[in-house]
């Protein structure tokens, strides 16, 4: 029989690098999001879990809504915007840091047609002084009708928890939909592969990083201590392949290091991670190469 709680789902929309995931992750308490300084991280619709004995958020980070220039980036935007009649509030998230820009206004005109509740949140308040966040909040208040307004650090965790208690007052009493311990609806392979892309988003720079793509072709229990780890990183060209394996292979094996301490982390035991680099060019813009990586939507 299904608990009682005050249970919902909320989508989180912004422009690129505004700390979706950053929030997600401190809501939830665990990574389950990846984070990086470099834009449009997020690619898939990351549900995370947040519950108590009488509260269960759903939350959805979405990828950064951007200009598409590629059939991935069709996918991103398109999976970004769906997600918002699906759901029973919203909640916007703009960079105190930058002035209000093209992307903001794209994402406001969408909004404008969405009936559910839209919760404002100004992100990255440690940056700025107190004297500016008026001028930020009315900028967005002329545009739209917010249900509230809430600022707040995602990294430091200033005004989460209250946001958090904000956004369970509106929600509807429901079922609980996930198991209490659960923190995301992922498969362990997902959650493995990205933690790996991670890390070529952190090491790599310039024209890498948005041209990786990673496939965990296998999680397997070796023995009662250690688990195998085999998955793939595609990238579009041959120079790509060159900078993640590195001199001696020594990128790779850096890569390997740092994503295995994340992946032993989610699964609770001791990781062996094999990994290896694929060419195949031109991936983001194949359908065929899409739907095999797991972007499966059907009009990108």
């Given at each position: 029989?299904?608990?009682?709680?005050?249970?919902?789902?909320?989508?989180?929309?912004?422009?690129?690098?505004?700390?979706?995931?950053?929030?997600?992750?401190?809501?939830?308490?665990?990574?389950?999001?990846?984070?990086?300084?470099?834009?449009?991280?997020?690619?898939?619709?990351?549900?995370?879990?947040?519950?108590?004995?009488?509260?269960?958020?759903?939350?959805?980070?979405?990828?950064?809504?951007?200009?598409?220039?590629?059939?991935?980036?069709?996918?991103?935007?398109?999976?970004?915007?769906?997600?918002?009649?699906?759901?029973?509030?919203?909640?916007?998230?703009?960079?105190?840091?930058?002035?209000?820009?093209?992307?903001?206004?794209?994402?406001?005109?969408?909004?404008?047609?969405?009936?559910?509740?839209?919760?404002?949140?100004?992100?990255?308040?440690?940056?700025?002084?107190?004297?500016?966040?008026?001028?930020?909040?009315?900028?967005?208040?002329?545009?739209?009708?917010?249900?509230?307004?809430?600022?707040?650090?995602?990294?430091?965790?200033?005004?989460?928890?209250?946001?958090?208690?904000?956004?369970?007052?509106?929600?509807?009493?429901?079922?609980?939909?996930?198991?209490?311990?659960?923190?995301?609806?992922?498969?362990?392979?997902?959650?493995?592969?990205?933690?790996?892309?991670?890390?070529?988003?952190?090491?790599?720079?310039?024209?890498?990083?948005?041209?990786?793509?990673?496939?965990?072709?296998?999680?397997?229990?070796?023995?009662?201590?250690?688990?195998l780890v085999q998955?793939?990183?595609?990238?579009?060209?041959?120079?790509?392949?060159?900078?993640?394996?590195?001199?001696?292979?020594?990128?790779?094996?850096?890569?390997?290091?740092?994503?295995?301490?994340?992946?032993?982390?989610?699964?609770?035991?001791?990781?062996?991670?094999e990994l290896w680099?694929?060419?195949?060019?031109?991936?983001?813009?194949?359908?065929?190469?899409?739907?095999?990586?797991?972007?499966?939507?059907?009009?990108y």
């Amino acid at each position: 029989m299904q608990t009682k709680k005050h249970s919902g789902f909320i989508a989180i929309i912004g422009r690129p690098n505004v700390g979706k995931s950053t929030f997600l992750n401190q809501v939830i308490g665990e990574k389950v999001a990846i984070m990086s300084d470099k834009a449009q991280t997020t690619r898939n619709k990351i549900q995370g879990i947040y519950t108590t004995t009488d509260t269960q958020i759903v939350f959805i980070d979405t990828p950064g809504i951007h200009k598409p220039h590629s059939r991935l980036g069709d996918f991103m935007v398109e999976s970004a915007l769906s997600t918002l009649n699906e759901v029973d509030a919203v909640i916007f998230m703009v960079n105190a840091t930058e002035k209000k820009g093209r992307g903001d206004e794209f994402i406001i005109k969408r909004l404008k047609q969405v009936k559910q509740p839209i919760f404002l949140v100004i992100n990255k308040i440690d940056k700025i002084h107190p004297d500016a966040l008026l001028g930020i909040v009315e900028s967005y208040r002329n545009e739209l009708d917010f249900a509230e307004v809430y600022p707040i650090s995602a990294l430091q965790g200033i005004n989460c928890p209250e946001l958090v208690g904000a956004i369970s007052n509106l929600l509807p009493e429901g079922p609980q939909f996930y198991p209490d311990d659960q923190v995301t609806d992922h498969p362990e392979r997902f959650i493995a592969g990205e933690l790996i892309r991670e890390q070529v988003l952190d090491l790599t720079h310039e024209e890498v990083p948005h041209s990786v793509a990673v496939i965990v072709e296998r999680i397997r229990r070796e023995n009662e201590e250690k688990v195998l780890v085999q998955a793939t990183i595609i990238v579009e060209r041959s120079s790509q392949k060159g900078i993640l394996i590195g001199k001696g292979g020594k990128m790779l094996k850096t890569i390997g290091t740092r994503a295995r301490k994340g992946i032993e982390k989610m699964l609770g035991d001791k990781v062996y991670l094999e990994l290896w680099v694929k060419v195949q060019p031109n991936w983001k813009d194949k359908k065929a190469d899409l739907q095999a990586l797991g972007y499966k939507q059907d009009d990108y």
